[in-house]
């Protein structure tokens, strides 16, 4: 099939959303509707994410976020109206300084570790760094295993030359039982590229609406690499639904589309509030 232009892929996109079925170049699979708190097999991990995520971290730096700002009980009540409302996955990053409130929500079973997949990220590069990070990860949000860890937030292509170094303690303790799967977030469309063909990648965090806001590229370029890359077997996540907030009066656009790519495993969105996520739900609900 000769490649679409942008105005094409979104008329394609649009169609097929509209009658149910995905954009997705694989077999499609026969399945029942998928609701927030539905479970997916994250790529060949065994994970098994909810549909939906939460973020930890909207528009966060030195470890501070909008969910920080909050402050700490309204953050814990957050996190812990996710889990009561079927959310089964939690994005943090060692940048956001979210480890800590994870762990507060998790006190007392009012979070069961063994129900939930904890996703974090690592922003260092060296590996003695690295290995310091997994260790300290596991202590700040008491645990002895991490279930997703990236490198953080890679912006140019050749990373699996430059960081092979901290990849291999990424693997190492991957193999001790630490962390169940390795891969990595992208800021760049060469990186992505990158992310999709390399063997090591387990999980890939992606930027993608129908937009293109706040992507790595045009969305008609992008899906066609998350297809290439959940064909292969690798498990998606799907971030910046709402383009860090520039979107949100096209939310149910957004969730329509990306819900509907069948190489889209969940999605993570950083609610602040608990009303957010009842309101994150019942769109999501009406549109998967």
């Given at each position: 099939m000769s490649p679409l232009n942008r105005r094409d892929f979104m008329k394609h996109t649009a169609a097929i959303a509209a009658t149910g079925m995905t954009v997705s170049a694989t077999a499609a699979r026969a399945e029942t509707k998928a609701t927030a708190d539905s479970r997916r097999t994250l790529g060949k991990v065994g994970l098994t994410p909810s549909r939906l995520g939460m973020g930890t971290g909207t528009r966060s730096w030195g470890k501070n976020s909008d969910q920080i700002k909050q402050g700490r009980e309204q953050f814990i009540a957050t996190l812990r109206r996710a889990y009561d409302r079927g959310i089964r996955y939690f994005d943090m990053a060692d940048i956001y300084g979210s480890h800590w409130y994870v762990r507060e929500a998790m006190k007392d079973g009012k979070m069961p570790r063994e129900e939930i997949m904890l996703l974090t990220k690592t922003w260092s590069r060296e590996p003695e760094v690295v290995k310091a990070d997994i260790e300290r990860y596991r202590q700040e949000l008491a645990t002895d295993h991490l279930d997703v860890v990236l490198l953080h937030c890679l912006r140019e292509a050749g990373w699996t030359d430059r960081f092979k170094?901290?990849?291999?303690?990424?693997?190492?303790?991957?193999?001790?039982?630490?962390?169940?799967?390795?891969?990595?977030?992208?800021?760049?469309?060469?990186?992505?590229?990158?992310?999709?063909?390399?063997?090591?990648?387990?999980?890939?965090?992606?930027?993608?609406?129908?937009?293109?806001?706040?992507?790595?590229?045009?969305?008609?370029?992008?899906?066609?690499?998350?297809?290439?890359?959940?064909?292969?077997?690798?498990?998606?996540?799907?971030?910046?639904?709402?383009?860090?907030?520039?979107?949100?009066?096209?939310?149910?656009?957004?969730?329509k589309f990306v819900l509907n790519l069948d190489c889209v495993d969940a999605i993570n969105i950083g609610f602040t509030k608990p009303e957010e996520i009842d309101d994150a739900i019942e769109r999501l609900n009406r549109f998967a």
């Open positions: 170094p901290a990849m291999d303690v990424l693997s190492e303790a991957k193999a001790a039982g630490q962390i169940k799967a390795l891969g990595v977030s992208c800021h760049d469309f060469g990186a992505l590229k990158e992310a999709a063909a390399s063997d090591w990648v387990d999980v890939i965090l992606a930027r993608v609406n129908p937009f293109g806001v706040k992507m790595d590229a045009p969305t008609e370029e992008v899906v066609p690499v998350l297809e290439q890359a959940h064909a292969s077997g690798k498990g998606i996540l799907g971030m910046k639904i709402l383009g860090e907030g520039e979107i949100a009066d096209k939310i149910n656009e957004s969730l």
